[in-house]
């Protein structure tokens, strides 16, 4: 089936810890992103993707870090300067092009100990 | 900047009846908007993608309408289910990879 997983489903964080989201796709696109979901607030963007070995930070990357050296892997660090983690982060994926729909993951929620 | 809005928050309908959620965007010069549904502690799925030169999308019991001037959007549930209790999203995209805005969210659910 193809589609986007990201694994954990829960993630747990200490203090100063730095903790790493994995997101894969099989869909062969191009583009990929990762956003945060807070109660009462619409997905904000950290970080996007056009192309492997190459990415662009969003609205929100402070504390945050990634790489692409896989079109299929777009992985998310949570840095110990993030200051306020706890959300849900959702990785989407897109073909080529502007215009095109995004297909979502199925989210990790990160709690901090 | 964008700004986009979903009324109701959260709306409650019996089952069998016909609804709309609304979306408005203050910048109307968009690429495109989608719709999405969230169920409770899971990903988006995309139902409908209207581009800027179309007015309407339809799939199934559902059709989204595009009004780029007055910067509005509706989506249409025909019939609706218990099965379709969920949170609806929309997004507009105004520029490159980056420049999607999302609404909060509708809240929608039907009682049987």
């Known amino acids: 089936d193809g589609g986007i997983t990201q694994s954990p489903k829960y993630l747990f964080r200490k203090e100063g810890q730095n903790v790493t989201l994995s997101c894969e796709q099989n869909l062969n696109h191009d583009a990929m992103y990762w956003y945060r979901q807070d109660p009462g607030q619409g997905l904000r963007l950290i970080y996007y993707s056009q192309i492997v070995n190459d990415f662009q930070k969003g609205d929100i990357a402070e504390g945050y870090s990634v790489s692409r050296e896989k079109k299929e892997s777009f992985p998310l660090t949570v840095t110990s300067a993030q200051k306020n983690p706890t959300a849900f982060y959702l990785c989407a994926s897109s073909p080529q092009g502007a215009g095109e729909t995004q297909y979502f993951g199925p989210g990790t929620r990160l709690l901090v100990l | 900047k964008q700004e986009v809005t979903q009324i109701p928050a959260a709306l409650s309908v019996p089952e069998g009846e016909n609804l709309v959620l609304n979306c408005s965007f203050t910048?109307?010069?968009?690429?495109?908007l989608q719709w999405f549904r969230q169920d409770p502690g899971k990903g988006l799925t995309s139902l409908l993608l209207i581009q800027s030169s179309q007015r309407e999308q339809t799939s199934g019991r559902l059709n989204a309408s595009l009004d780029k001037s007055s910067g509005r959007s509706t989506l249409y549930i025909a019939a609706s289910q218990p099965g379709d209790s969920a949170t609806y999203l929309c997004a507009v995209r105004t520029g490159g990879y980056q420049k999607v805005t999302f609404g909060i969210g509708t809240k929608l659910q039907v009682i049987p």
């Open positions: 910048d109307s010069a968009i690429y495109n």
